[in-house]
């Protein structure tokens, strides 16, 4: 049987009590009527209290006041109904009005409080309440209260308690009015709030200009309408949560509102003067309108600081990096400007070349401390009224005054000193490698530009990178390396289109028989103009550019379906696998894994026919490019380390990255038959590998004599000219033989 779901108990009492006001309506003004509302009074107010105490909101003072306000006026009707049904009549005024009108200020204050912010004073809403109330006063003195305090013919307290009424309507029409056009979505707490102070509004102005028209019953059925619904705001768990968004301010609606009450001043004596009267107090009219003036006057000028406060701070933010405080680009560019037209200064640009690593192995968290790290330490390393900056990323810019042209390399090296220093990024020590390019604007007038500066030194900078230095002065020769290379990754993408790349492969033989057991591939370009342009010259440029994916997807797929030709045309004498170099490049786009397998079932090799060659260098920072290696390696594809033992923490490495080959770098190799060398490097490489279980491969092996030395030490393969050049076609035999012959 399905469970039936409970009606919160908030709810169910509120309930009883909306149906109780319900009931009173229909009922004649007698004793049962007067339990049943006692009853429905004290009940809410008990219900106020249990909410409140229940859910602890930091307002819970106002709700024990607006509690104790409810007690007052059931005070009132107890004490009425008393003098009506027992006491021969009510007395006028007399003691239930004592208590009807003492309860008009708790409540009043209670949902000031229970509708504001704790900042209701700062933020205006307390000066909108006073004019609203200012406003609404000079309508009822004019109308009602005035006449009613100028009869004569009856007593003075009878009088102050007829205005009493009509001018605690006014306080609660203040009160609640800006309760109506608050802002912002609202609560089921604060939408009770709202609709309970309406009744009870609406109740307060019947009961002051329409008593003994609007049935007693109603009129009292309203208040504990209000009742049930106010002790529902007080019951509900919403009533601890946040009234405000953040956003009370001058909305439009609330500005017709206040609009509206200072155009009352000008009405009154409108209507005034159209029905000739001439008894007018244009004293309290005069106060009133003054009163008035001040109030919107003061409105005005907190709401104008409050938009100069918000403008500056939307400035800063503009102007400042939020996670370092320093400068941001913007800001860094400004000042440039400006101090380029003072005196002359240098502009030093850094980034931090290790820093994606951190990234994508400690998290974006440590990141950010060693950010604000570097921050740090560059502020501390400048002279009060130099600029340190964050342009972006891992990148920051120093702007150093007034400096002589010589200036600038000391501080530059100041900078790369501290920075070759470990920075702390909570529990971890890091190493950050810097790279430095530095500009000098010259002397006025013929300074640089600010902008041009920035762009000198940034290139400067973006050369010491590519040149795997850590500072570099700007000079004209850059600029037209940075062209050239523009130039070359402009050709590099017609000739990718036009087809002017080709693969060439080196044979991998075994030392022990002489057979070719692999094979290299190798890219070349010759282009139409340039003719042959060196790997050297051309893979830095497409790795920065990215042709580099392309071209190595390019490059892989020639290759495996070369080696799928070799297998059907010269069968088991085909080489058993071929290798691809990868770069770094190519390690870190994302689906890298997925294009491998792709050409793999494309061509129709198993995974063990493909080696794929990575560096040291690109695996080191780990993250994407070692997530990469591993999910090769799972699918058969077996890995080789390049040019081993040149880069980072080469043993490390071996046991943090799937491996299955060691290729032994060229210079290395070259080293073992030099006068007065020794193979003590290429020896312990042997023993690393045979250790491990991985298969060792000498690079760059170009006499017989190297290759025999390899051979003695225990290597079983290796690859050089002293073996086969790259060709189109290592597999067809050449007219003279360059096999080593064993």
């Not at 939408?191 to 007693?216: C, E, H, K």
């Not at 800063?316 to 990096?321: A, E, K, T, Y």
């Not at 240098?346 to 994606?356: C, E, N, S, T, Y």
């Not at 490097?681 to 004599?705: F, K």
Request: glycine share 10%; charged share 20%; hydrophobic share 45%.
């Amino acid at each position: 049987m399905p469970r039936v779901p409970r009606t919160p108990w908030w709810l169910a009492w509120m309930g009883c009590g909306l149906a109780g006001a319900l009931l009173y309506m229909t009922l004649p003004y007698s004793l049962p009527s007067v339990t049943l509302a006692t009853v429905i009074g004290i009940a809410m107010c008990a219900l106020t209290v249990a909410g409140a105490r229940r859910y602890r909101p930091p307002n819970i003072r106002s709700w024990y006041l607006f509690a104790a306000g409810i007690g007052t006026w059931i005070v009132g009707d107890v004490v009425f109904a008393q003098q009506a049904l027992l006491g021969g009549g009510p007395q006028y005024p007399g003691w239930a009005d004592a208590f009807y009108l003492g309860a008009y200020p708790m409540l009043s204050v209670a949902l000031f409080r229970l509708t504001r912010e704790p900042g209701a004073l700062r933020h205006g809403t307390l000066i909108d309440s006073a004019i609203i109330g200012v406003g609404l006063g000079i309508v009822y003195w004019t109308f009602l209260l005035e006449p009613i305090l100028a009869d004569h013919t009856t007593p003075l307290l009878t009088r102050l308690v007829t205005m009493g009424y009509p001018t605690a309507g006014v306080v609660l029409c203040a009160v609640v009015i800006p309760i109506l056009f608050r802002r912002g979505p609202r609560t089921p707490s604060l939408w009770l709030i709202t609709v309970g102070s309406v009744i009870a509004l609406a109740g307060n102005i019947a009961w002051s200009l329409f008593f003994g028209v609007v049935p007693d019953s109603v009129l009292f059925g309203g208040f504990l309408t209000a009742y049930a619904l106010w002790a529902g705001a007080a019951a509900h768990p919403s009533m601890n949560h946040p009234i405000n968004d953040g956003r009370e301010g001058l909305g439009r609606s609330r500005l017709l509102v206040l609009t509206a009450s200072t155009l009352l001043v000008p009405a009154v004596l409108l209507v005034q003067g159209e029905r000739g009267a001439g008894g007018m107090s244009w004293i309290a009219v005069a106060v009133g309108s003054m009163a008035l003036f001040i109030l919107v006057a003061t409105r005005m000028s907190g709401y104008i600081s409050r938009v100069d406060s918000q403008a500056d701070q939307l400035r800063d933010l503009v102007l400042r990096d939020d996670l370092t405080g320093l400068p941001n680009r913007r800001d860094f560019e400004q000042r440039a400007a400006r101090a380029v037209t003072v005196a002359p200064c240098h502009v030093i640009m850094i980034d931090l070349a290790g820093f994606k690593h951190v990234n994508d192995r400690l998290g974006r968290a440590a990141g950010d401390q060693a950010l604000i790290a570097v921050a740090g330490l560059l502020h501390e390393c400048v002279r009060d009224g130099d600029v340190v900056a964050r342009m972006g990323a891992d990148e920051f810019a120093v702007l150093v005054h007034d400096t002589l042209p010589a200036d600038g390399l000391a501080v530059a090296g100041r900078l790369r000193e501290i920075l070759r220093h470990p920075v702390h990024a909570g529990e971890h020590e890091l190493l950050l490698n810097a790279r430095l390019g530095i500009a000098y604007s010259g002397t006025c007038p013929d300074a640089l530009p600010s902008a041009e500066m920035i762009r000198r030194s940034d290139t400067a900078r973006y050369a010491a990178k590519s040149s795997g230095g850590q500072l570099v002065e700007y000079t004209a020769a850059l600029d037209e390396r940075a062209e050239a290379a523009e130039s070359l990754g402009a050709d590099l993408r017609h000739s990718l289109d036009d087809g002017d790349f080709h693969v060439v492969y080196q044979p991998i033989v075994d030392l022990r028989d002489s057979s070719t057991v692999a094979v290299e591939a190798l890219v070349r370009w010759v282009h139409p103009a340039r003719g042959f342009v060196s790997p050297a010259a051309f893979i830095p440029v497409a790795e920065d550019n990215g042709l580099i994916v392309e071209l190595g997807e390019w490059i892989m797929r020639t290759a495996c379906r070369r080696l799928a030709d070799w297998r059907v045309t010269l069968g088991a004498a085909a080489p058993l696998y071929i290798s691809v170099n990868v770069s770094a490049r190519q390690l870190s786009e994302p689906g890298f894994p997925a294009v491998v397998s792709a050409i793999l079932t494309e061509t129709g090799l198993e995974p063990a026919a493909l080696l794929v060659e990575v560096t040291e260098t690109a695996i080191f920072g780990g993250g994407t490019a070692i997530e990469a290696v591993e999910t090769l390696h799972r699918s058969g594809i077996r890995i080789a380390l390049d040019d081993f033992g040149t880069g980072h923490s080469s043993l490390g490495l071996l046991r943090t990255v799937p491996v299955d080959v060691l290729k032994i770098d060229k210079s290395f190799v070259d080293e073992i038959t030099e006068p007065g060398r020794n193979a003590v490097i290429v020896d312990a490489l042997i023993h690393v590998s045979n250790g491990l279980g991985l298969r060792a491969v000498a690079e760059g092996v170009e006499t017989e004599e190297q290759a025999e030395y390899l051979r003695d030490l225990g290597y079983h393969y290796a690859q050089g000219y002293h073996f086969g050049k790259p060709s189109p076609d290592p597999m067809t035999p050449s007219p003279t033989p360059t096999r080593l012959t064993v």
